[in-house]
Nanobody, 125 residues
């Protein structure tokens, strides 16, 4: 069974940085779109960023543009989300998702196939 294993969440002060990792287990990311959603209890899930592994094109939500960067390491079968200049409103559970039939373009992020377990990011002073 394909799985995604996330790591890198934690507690950080406002203005700090974290790097989330999403590793593929029992499959490879070839031809997949891989991305990150986040969710706060009581609120709708929010798309953050995604990358098409086969051509490197990305989507970045306006709320994190200029602060978050998504990247992939094909050899390590891992996708990263580098989060800089973190704000308290970035606090959420972050979920990685991979979808071979997903949409990931400069204006669209529609992914819903293989999900990770989630990792908590808390930005607080």
């Amino acid at each position: 069974e394909e799985q995604l294993v996330e790591s890198g969440g934690g507690l950080v002060h406002p203005g700090g940085s974290l790097r989330l990792s999403c590793a593929a287990s029992r499959f490879t990311f070839d031809d997949y779109a891989v991305g990150w959603f986040r969710q706060v209890p009581g609120k709708e899930r929010e798309a953050v960023s995604c990358v098409n592994i086969f051509d490197g094109s990305t989507y970045v939500d306006v709320s994190v543009k200029g602060r978050f960067t998504i990247s992939s390491d094909d050899a390590k079968k891992t996708v990263y989300l580098q989060m800089n200049s973190l704000k308290p409103e970035d606090t959420a559970v972050y979920y990685c998702v991979a979808d071979i039939h997903g949409e990931c373009s400069v204006s669209t992020m529609v992914l819903d196939d293989i999900w990770g377990q989630g990792t908590q990011v808390t930005v607080s002073s």
